[in-house]
Every structure is written in structure tokens, then in C-alpha cells.
């Protein structure tokens, strides 16, 4: 099966580029990120999408 290419040259780009350190992530917690979309959907009974029910339209 012919390749694209010699294999000896397979990963150079990646092992030339210099090493950044990843950032600190903060976000949410799965946990109060789940009881916040409950609270969303079924307490206050939202819609998903972008056309939600009472938005006005612009012309």
C-alpha cells in the first residue's frame, strides 16, 4: 500500500513546535451544573432553542 510521503518524516511539525503550558481551568462543577439545568427546564419550565415563546421579533 503506497504512502503520502516518507514515514521518516512523520511527526515533525509536532516535535518542532514549542511546548505552552496548559491554562487553569475553572468552570462549573457537573454536579451544580446539572441541578442548574434542571432548575431550568422542569422548575421554571423553559424551552430550548432560540425562538422562545413571549420573545419579541424584530422586523
Excluded at 512523520?10 to 503550558?21: H, L, N
Excluded at 481551568?25 to 423553559?46: A, C, M, Q, S
Amino acid at each position: 500500500m503506497p504512502t503520502h510521503g516518507s514515514l521518516t518524516k512523520a511527526g515533525k511539525v509536532r516535535g518542532q513546535t514549542p511546548k505552552v503550558p496548559s491554562r487553569e481551568r475553572h468552570g462549573e462543577i457537573g454536579i451544580t451544573r446539572n441541578r442548574d439545568n434542571f432548575r431550568k427546564r422542569f422548575i421554571l419550565k423553559r424551552v430550548p432553542g432560540q425562538n422562545k415563546p413571549g420573545q419579541r421579533r424584530r422586523k
